[in-house]
Structure formats: C-alpha cells, structure tokens
C-alpha cells in the first residue's frame, strides 16, 4: 500500500503528593523552579493514561491565565464529560478505544466497565496527572486521616491534555490506541508526554516498535518523553521502555512512612503498612495462620495465602489471621469470621498503603517469619494491629522500591544505561475519584509522573533546551545517596544498590535546572544509535521515512548518552578495553574551566583524555575520550558480572556525574 512501511499486530498493554516535592527539593525556601511563581506555567503536559477526575481541586484554573496560543487539541465530550469539565488547566480530553474493543472482541460497557468519555473509572490517570501537574491544595489528607499536608504536583501551574487511551478496572489498552494518542499528544501540541504504561523487556526490535518509533517522533518535534520503568520487581534486566530518546524512571520511597504495625503478645513490635484508622480493635486477640486452619490437609497451601473458601471459618471466628502473599495471581480473600487480618510478603520487605474493610496490614517478610515463629512457639499467640500512624524524616531513605525493574537491558548487541532516573513512587498522596478526593498509589507509575512534571519545569526555565538536554541535565545532577550519606539501597534486601536500581540517582530538580554541562543529542545521533544496533536501511525507514546514511564502523559507545556502559566478556578480558566519545555543552558560565575526577569501577582503570577542557562563549562545546580497562595488578574475579563507578566534571560550582558501568559476561 502506498506510504505504508509495514504491518504490525496489535498487543495489549497494562498500566504500569503532599510528601514527595518536597523531598525533591521543590518546596524549600531556597529553591528557584517554584519561586519564580511560574511552576511550569503555559507548559503543557499530555498525559496518556485513563483519563481524569476533572472536578477535583487539583485541577482548578482560577490562578491561570489564558490557554497557550499555541494549543491545538480539543475537549471531546462523552458519558458523564462535557466541554465544560475543560478549563484553563485541562485544556484538552481525548479518548480512543477502537484497539481495546478489537482486542476484546465486543465493545467496551458504557458505564459499566468504563465512562465512553476522558473520565476516569480507575483513578490511576487522575493520580499521575496530579502528580504531575496538580495545582497546590492545602490541607489533603487520605480518607483515613494519613499524610495530611499541602498536595501539588512537580509542576503545578503546567497545563494538561488528557488522552484516555487505558480501559476497564485493569487499566488495559492496544498498542493501536497508544500509538494514536501520541500522535494526537504530537499534533495538538504540547511540550511533555507522561507515559505510565507498560512496556517491553528482551531484543529492542520486537513486534512492539511501532511504540518506540511513535515515541522517536514525539522526540523529534521537541517533546520531553518520560516513561515508567515498570513494576515486575528486581530480577536483573527486567527494565522496560529502553530506547535512549525516553527517560525511564525507577521507583523510589521517600522520607514518610504509613506505620500501621503488628503488636505480638510478648510486646514485640512489627512494622506494617495499611490505612486502618485503629479503632475496631480495642486490645490484644488471638492470632493464627491461615495454613494452620485450612479446611482440610488438601487446602494447606491455598489457606496459607488466604485462598478461596480454604480456610476454616469456625477457626477464624473472632482471631486475626496471618497469610502471605506473593507475585502470583490468586483468589484472595478476606477469612469469614476473622476480626483481623495480616498479609505478610513471601520475599522482600517493600510494603505500600493499601485498604480492606477490615482491620488489616502488611507486612515484610521477615516479620512474617517473626510471627510464624511466635505463633508456633506459644501456646495462646495474640496480636493486634495499631491504627496508622504518618512519620516523617524516615532513614534511610529514598531506597529503590522493591517492585521497581531493574537492569540491565537485554539487547545482546550492545549496551547502554536503563533506567535512567530516580523518583519516589511509594504510597504517593495524589487526586482520586468518585467518592475519595485523595489517594495512594504505588508504582513506577506513580515516579513517572514526577519526572514528567519536573521536565516541565526545566522546559520552562530552558525552553530551547532539547529532550536529551533535559534528560541530561536530570541524569548529571542526581544524587545516588541517601539521608544517611550512603549510597541508595534496595527496600527488598537492605543490599546497596547500583545504576541498574536507580539509574543516575535519585532526581534533584533544583540541581536540573543549573547543570553545568550537558550532554545533547538529536535525531542524527538516535539515527546512528539504530545503525550500531545494526538496523537494515529498511527498518531504519521506519523510524525516518527519507532514510538515513549510516557512519562508518557507527557504535553505541559513541551515542552522546550521560553514561557509559562498557561490555566485556570474561574470554577477551586482558587486554580489553572500551572507549567512549563526548561531547558536552557548558550552559554554564560562558568561561567556565572543568576538570574530570574519576571514581572507576572495582578492578577497572579509567582514562579521560583531556582530563581538563576549557570552555568560552565562542567554544561552548567540548569533547572528551574516556577508556575502560581491566586493571592488570588486581585482576576481575570468577563471579564479578558488573562493577560501578562515575566520571564527575568539576568547575568548583558543579559537579557534572555520569555513571561508568563495567559489565563482564561470560561470553
């Protein structure tokens, strides 16, 4: 067909605060992104997700002024959304469901599964637009009386455009309605795109490219791409949303904690996390293990995880019951007759908010292990659960999230650093729906948002500043260590955490906006990043359409990304070694002078040639050569699959990171 490149087969794809800006930064009285009184404001932030809640506060646009001129989109209307659910703030709605009910077979229940409209069923577009960019709100609290305090989001003066594209309570979508909503996002105009939807591990050029070459054209007209990393947990290279033209975000805690904890009868103290206010448990109750009251030995293993009609009920009666719960989909639920109830994580110690109609919490693993050991070794266990209780100031924090995906990519080619950023993402206070004016969510969803916000925010201090300005300007500037002064660990196991946790670090917004340096890229450079993966002429026209001549010999290792990820295999190890080559802009003082500081890699050596460069407003550009080698008096041991470390510039005012990966496979 004429002006077709080619034919691809629908997929289905799933969904992916009062604390959180100021732990960023953004609130303090030295910050400058909301000093200015702008915070973000004519920026507009197209969220593709499951639509909004319009009515809630965080979306009111008495403070705005007029709607950019700019502005191309439209408020469409729908069941239960008229033109006037759009104002200053949410100046524009789309909806498109045409591949979910394809996919589904039948139409999508007006009313019932979803609102036909850019309203939201679900709540998570709502969240995350919030999170984003929702206007300051005082006195928000949850429903149950938790984490009260003044909401905004990143950027709370940006303006937003709603693409519903995310149906049903699962929050699911084709690929097909993604793709058109960037397109819409791209035609209407706006400056960021916030993508909390889920994406793809395994080889980059996969049957899911139609999003990535959608993504590549949001990109290529300006827009600022931030993605959710994902939230298959920590299994190495389960990171998500890979091509360097997006921002990928892992998921974060911040300094505050929902405490809803577990009181044993021998006094001990377990943490726990849920919304119970305390008030239906008056003291202590016996407590027992769902295994242990199953209605048969056949229903052991299913009562264990509180499973349908598998625990005894005349067991239950007036107790609290203990079950686990794991990653596999299971039919919970809560015991007849039980007064209580504590769901303890089979691995792992990452907890989040969540409600029952019950007095409930959950728990880490290793308190379900203290009261299975509790319960087996006293002849009448009892136990209560404390009403939840906000503590702010929590060390150490942030920690990588326990569910947030991890690198390293997986595209045997070549190597690059996924995924790129940091930001809290853990029981994140934001706008809710129907009956709740405010709600927790936990997610790489939820982080996603914040970068979203915070790129909107930069593009209104720099608004000639590149995607992969912004990104680098984030990238360079964050932090990788915690409240304590360590560096950032995982909430799962307590073990320090690396660049394929956390990626840069965890994002500093008021550092962002002043980076010194940066490293810039366009379509060119994205167009030789495909020759290195070895792209055919063919797929490459894909990406652009009048095809592109690739360079000579094109490698990764040359793609001007703010990190540098050097592959080995344990075969060719001596004598091995890997150069990159930068080029960084100083957005800086014009005769700014920087000098490298190197922390390499256990058992590697690093080379920066030159190790000083000079900058003034006639050569605002630089570059640099940096080598990766085995050290040859302390040689890489048996076992060793990756080692950390940076190259920092210093001008005396800045300190520009960058993340040195030393990666050794096995062949």
């Given at each position: ?11 289905p ?16 009285a ?18 593709i ?9 965080s ?45 589904k ?16 069923m ?32 990143t ?31 791209v ?36 827009i ?8 298959d ?18 998921a ?16 001990t ?38 499973g ?18 794991d ?12 007064v ?46 404390h ?12 920690k ?91 909430d ?15 994002v ?31 797929e ?107 190259v ?20």
């Amino acid at each position: 067909m004429p002006g077709v490149k080619g034919l691809y087969p629908d997929l289905p794809v799933q969904l992916a605060t009062t604390r959180s800006t100021e732990f960023l930064g953004l609130a303090s009285a030295s910050g400058r992104l909301w000093a200015d009184g702008k915070s973000g404001e004519d920026v507009i932030i197209g969220v593709i997700d499951s639509g909004i809640w319009p009515e809630r506060l965080s979306f009111d646009d008495l403070s705005l002024g007029p709607i950019p001129a700019r502005w191309n989109g439209v408020c469409e209307v729908g069941t239960n959304f008229t033109v006037s659910n759009c104002n200053r703030k949410i100046i524009g709605a789309r909806f498109i469901f045409a591949g979910r009910e394809a996919d589904k077979g039948r139409p999508i229940e007006d009313g019932v599964e979803d609102y036909k409209s850019p309203r939201d069923m679900i709540g998570h577009g709502t969240h995350c637009a919030s999170t984003a960019a929702g206007m300051r709100v005082a006195r928000a609290v949850s429903p149950t009386g938790l984490a009260g305090g003044t909401a905004a989001g990143t950027a709370p003066k940006a303006r937003i455009a709603v693409y519903k594209a995310l149906w049903g309570p699962e929050g699911r979508g084709s690929l097909a309605d993604l793709v058109k909503a960037i397109d819409w996002a791209v035609t209407d105009g706006v400056d960021v795109i916030s993508y909390s939807v889920g994406g793809v591990t395994g080889e980059y050029f996969t049957q899911y490219y139609p999003m990535n070459v959608a993504m590549y054209n949001a990109v290529k007209q300006g827009i600022f791409f931030s993605v959710a990393a994902g939230n298959d947990g920590s299994a190495p290279g389960t990171v998500s949303h890979v091509a360097p033209w997006v921002t990928t975000v892992a998921a974060t805690t911040q300094d505050r904690d929902i405490d809803t904890n577990v009181e044993l009868g021998d006094g001990t103290v377990l943490k726990g996390r849920s919304d119970y206010d305390g008030t239906a448990l008056a003291g202590q109750v016996p407590l027992v293990l769902g295994g242990d009251i199953a209605v048969s030995a056949l229903y052991v293993d299913n009562a264990t995880f509180c499973g349908r009609d598998a625990i005894d009920a005349s067991k239950a009666l007036g107790k609290i019951v203990l079950c686990f719960k794991d990653d596999v989909e299971r039919n919970q639920e809560i015991p007849a007759g039980a007064v209580g109830l504590i769901l303890a994580m089979t691995v792992g110690e990452n907890l989040s908010v969540s409600h029952l109609n019950i007095p409930y919490t959950n728990v880490g693993n290793k308190a379900g292990k203290t009261m299975v050991s509790y319960i087996g070794s006293t002849a009448a266990p009892t136990a209560t659960i404390h009403g939840a209780k906000t503590v702010l100031g929590v060390k150490p924090a942030p920690k990588v999230a326990g569910f947030s995906n991890r690198g390293p990519i997986t595209f045997p080619q070549a190597q690059w650093l996924k995924p790129d950023i940091g930001a809290p993402g853990v029981d994140i206070l934001a706008a809710g729906i129907e009956n709740e004016d405010w709600a927790f969510m936990t997610g790489t969803s939820m982080a996603c948002p914040q970068v979203s916000g915070i790129g909107a925010l930069i593009k209104a201090s720099h608004p000639t500043w590149s995607p992969a300005a912004i990104k680098s300007a984030m990238m360079t500037s964050a932090s990788i260590v915690d409240n304590t002064g360590n560096i950032i660990t995982r909430d799962e196991s307590g073990e320090t955490g690396t660049f394929f946790d956390f990626g840069a670090g965890l994002v500093r917004p008021e550092s962002a906006n002043d980076p010194g340096l940066i490293y810039d890229m366009g379509t060119t450079d994205y167009l030789n990043f495909l020759c290195a993966l070895q792209y055919t002429p063919e797929e490459i026209q894909h990406y652009e359409p009048n095809g592109h001549a690739c360079p000579t010999a094109a490698r990764v290792e040359d793609v001007n990304l703010p990190s540098m990820v050097a592959a080995f295999t344990r075969s060719t190890l001596p004598g091995a070694s890997v150069t990159f080559n930068r080029v960084v802009t100083n957005v800086g003082a014009p005769d700014s002078v920087y000098t490298a500081n190197i922390i390499a890699p256990a058992y590697f050596e690093v080379a920066v040639e030159p190790a000083t460069i000079t900058f003034s407003a006639a050569a605002p550009t630089q570059s640099f050569t940096l080598t990766v080698s085995p050290n040859t008096t302390a040689p890489v041991p048996a076992g060793v699959a990756a080692e950390h470390g940076v190259v920092q510039w210093k001008d005396g005012v800045h300190v520009v990171q960058s993340p040195i990966v030393a990666i050794v496979s096995a062949s």
